[in-house]
């Protein structure tokens, strides 16, 4: 199901108009409903079109950091990043999270609801595949340190960045960083003290074959640790660090 987002019709192949109608027969039976209102989708995308309609989108956002930039298009840079920009260079950031993406992200993360990771990454390949986009050479989760990783069994940002990298065609390497400290939860501390919390939290286990990387992420909220990790992925060779998350919290 990691073509969920896919709405079944016809898809142009060499010049020959193919129906596509395998997702469309799967529609039919095996009707797919929404995972919000549980209302019939008609397609195998597990969110209604009206749903999706009403998913608090972000709108106008800087375009380095993905910070709201009130009444500016998404050409313009933050006050912030002006002042001290940050290491990584682009975010794509979809989502604020809010009701009902924080339910979504945290029945995912915390309940093990793994079936929620292809709608998320869906909503998020679109985004990031506009035409004329430059997509990265690869793609890196931010890892969980690994007493987190047994603890819960997996990782939710390596879940996102596989389902992205299938869909995308994009080589994902999720053993290129590792946590080498178990930091706090970013969420539990005070703004002012997350940069120390996550700093050397993270290291790199190769020289970077890529020039272009893009950190995934479930949720960012001030950025200390995608920052922290475009730190150490540029230490390391990469040239350009995007950072892709579903939902900017705080913001
Ligand atoms: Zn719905
Ligand atoms: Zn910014």
Known sequence: MDYETEPPGCQPDKGIVVYDWIPHLQSLLFPVHCRLCAGRTGTTV??????????????????????????????????????????????????????????LVQRLKFSGELAIAPLLSGLLAKQVSSPGAALPDVLVPVPLHPSRLR?????????????????????VNHRLCRRTRNTDAQSLLPVKIRHWNVRNAFAVTERIPARHVAIIDDVMTTGHTVNELARVLKRAGAERVDVWVIARAGH
């Open 46 to 103: 597990s969110l209604c079109a009206d749903c999706s309609t009403d998913l608090p989108w972000l709108g106008s956002a800087c375009r380095q950091c993905g910070g709201s930039v009130p009444g500016a298009d998404s050409l313009l840079l933050c006050g912030a990043c002006q002042r001290r920009p940050p290491h990584f260079d682009a975010t794509t950031a979809l989502l604020h999270y809010r009701p009902p993406v924080d339910y």
């Open 151 to 171: 603890e819960r069994g997996f990782n939710q940002a390596t879940e996102i960045a596989r389902l992205l990298g299938r869909r995308l065609q994009l080589t």
